[in-house]
Structure formats: C-alpha cells, structure tokens
C-alpha cells in the first residue's frame, strides 16, 4: 500500500459509540436510550457535545443551565480527557486492543468487531481536579488544538514557525476541517506543516502512554509492577488507586547516533523498536521482537521495525503527533 493511501486510511478510520446519560444528571428513573454513532478515531469527543444535548434534553434534569458545554465524558466512571482523539482514549481505556483472542481480546478494535465503546456524559458537576473547563465558544478546544499543533511543529523543526506563518484562512480552514472530518481539506494544510521545504526533521513528535491498573489487586504482569525496579510493594499504597495515565516524552531524532569509529556508513534510521527499548527498557528489551508488551497506534500493533519519521508523517494524528498506547502480552 501506498503511503498517501495509508494517510487516508488512517484519516477515515472509525469507532462506534454506545453512550448513555449519567443517571443523577436525568431526571427519569429509567435509563434513557442510548446515542449510538459511528465516530472517527482522530476527532475528539466535544463536538458530540451539542448532538448529545439535544438528544437527551428532555431527560436533562435542568438542560438551561447545564448547557452543551457544561458536558464531559466517562468510561467505567473515569473522566476522559477531551483534548486527547478519542481513538487514543480507547485504545488506552477500552481494554479491547492490541490483544489477541488468547488474551481475552477479539483480535480487532471495536470499530472493525462491531463491539461498541460504552461512555457516559454527564452534565453539569464537572471534575475540577481532573479536567480543564470548555467554554460555549469552542474557544478552549481550539486553543488546545492549536498549541499541540505548534509543540509538534516545534519538536519536529526545533521552532513552530510552520503553523506560525499560517494565513488566517488557512489556520481556520485546518480547525474547520478537524471539526467536520474533512480529509480533503485538511490534508493541503497539514501536509505542508509536515513537510517544510528547505528544514530537516530534527525530531520526531512522539508521546507514550501507559494506564496505569485501578484493580484492588494488579497482577503481576501489570505495567506498573514491569516498569519498577524494586521487588517489594509499599504497604501505604492504597488498595484502589484511581486509575491514570504515565506520559512519556523524549526528543527522539529520526536518525540513531552515528558510530563515530565508522563515519562512512550512513546512519541508521530510529524505529519504533529503538525508540521503545530506549525510552521503556524493562518492557522492551528487544529492539525487533515483542517479548512483555506491544506498541498500539489507531487501534493496530506496530510493526518495531518501522521508522518513526514515516510513521510519524504517514500515520500521526490530526495535531501532528503520534501518541502511542503500550498493552502488555498476556
């Protein structure tokens, strides 16, 4: 497959959604229908907000002052983070990716194993200490998206002077085509912010996620239990931590270090194998094979063996990252 061919791909990927009403924000004893869609993996999950407050409006304890705005989503009681795509959320919170059949997974995501990703939303009583208000204008979402696109940008050419020069038509035509899923205007203005006439890639824009285990008793192979170094547990620690999320980020350039005693070959390119064992050794200790964990993007196990710098033009996100989630084998 061509590689334009897999951008579109990737652009056009979906997930279905089984979303409910949070039943202290209805005002009937039943529980309401559910808002079933057929979402895209690299949008986020506000702009459902006005669709959903409509659909349940009459079942909204007072919808005049819990407007579209005032809503956030939570999975199994755990509030997401808007400002992340929600293909990213699911692959890290729904527990059906990266595992085979064996593992107690389908083999697919939900969107190709028609099973849907169960959210509610909630509106009103918002989670302070959690996440970070939105505001009626849209004005917060946008402001989000934007300054991810500029610290991607500033990762991969050292400044954000791509997204920084942009023409107001252009910079609004980018947001409107993120919001309306709209492939053929978007990629015009994102392609040119990849790809800079005249400036070499000097890093790539990369962000590791690891969720962290809320069960009372994570089992040994969970990710925290591989990660440390220590073989005994804290007594202190609480029986049910609220579950989170470990972010790693490092600059990674898309060339590994030159071997100075032979500067005649040419530099090796940086993998998402080499990458790995560097940042998260203890789950990778092989830079080609998977031996404790897998590398999740858009729902698919990376191959180790791709360079980062064509996953990252090819197969990144709409704000120009590429934000990999981490399932352990088994």
């Known amino acids: 497959m061509a590689l334009p061919a897999i951008r579109a791909l990737t652009f056009s990927g979906t997930l279905p959604l089984h979303i409910t009403l949070y039943p202290l924000s209805s005002r009937a004893y039943d529980q309401t229908l559910p808002f079933l869609i057929q979402f895209p993996r690299l949008s986020y999950l506000p702009f459902l907000l006005p669709q959903l407050h409509a659909f349940f409006r009459t079942s909204l304890i007072d919808p005049d002052t819990t407007p579209p705005h005032t809503g956030w989503f939570a999975a199994e009681g755990v509030p997401l983070k808007w400002q992340l795509p929600v293909g990213l959320l699911y692959d ?3 527990g059906n990716v990266g595992k085979g059949r064996e593992e107690g997974g389908d083999g697919t995501d939900g969107a190709e194993g028609g ?4 959210l509610e939303v909630r509106f009103g009583d918002w989670p302070d200490d959690r996440l970070v208000r939105l505001d009626e204008a849209g004005l917060v979402l946008r402001d989000a998206f934007v300054n991810a696109v500029k610290e991607a940008d500033t990762v991969r050419y050292g400044n954000a002077n791509g997204m920084m020069t942009l023409s107001k038509e252009d910079s609004d035509q980018l947001w409107r085509a993120v919001q309306e899923h709209d492939f053929q205007s978007f990629s015009p203005i994102s392609t040119r912010l990849l790809n800079r006439p005249g400036v070499s890639t000097r890093h790539i824009p990369i962000k590791i996620y690891l969720p962290t285990s809320s069960s009372p008793s994570p089992p040994p192979s969970s990710i925290s239990r591989a990660l440390t170094t220590s073989p005994t547990r804290s007594a202190s ?8 999320l470990r972010v790693i980020h490092s600059l990674i350039p898309p060339y590994l270090t030159q071997n100075t005693r032979e500067p005649t ?6 993998t998402v194998g080499t990458t790995l064992h560097a940042l998260l050794p203890s789950l990778f200790p092989s830079r080609r094979h998977e031996v404790l964990a897998r590398a999740v993007l858009h729902g698919a196990v990376l191959p180790l063996g791709a360079p980062v710098e064509e996953v990252s033009r090819w197969a990144g996100y709409v704000d120009g990252w590429v934000y990999i989630g981490i399932v352990l084998i088994g």
């Open 92 to 94: 890290l919170f729904s």
């Open 265 to 270: 070959h040419a530099p090796a390119l940086q």
């Open 237 to 244: 620690k609480p029986p049910n931590p609220p579950p989170s």
């Open 115 to 118: 099973r849907p990703w169960k």
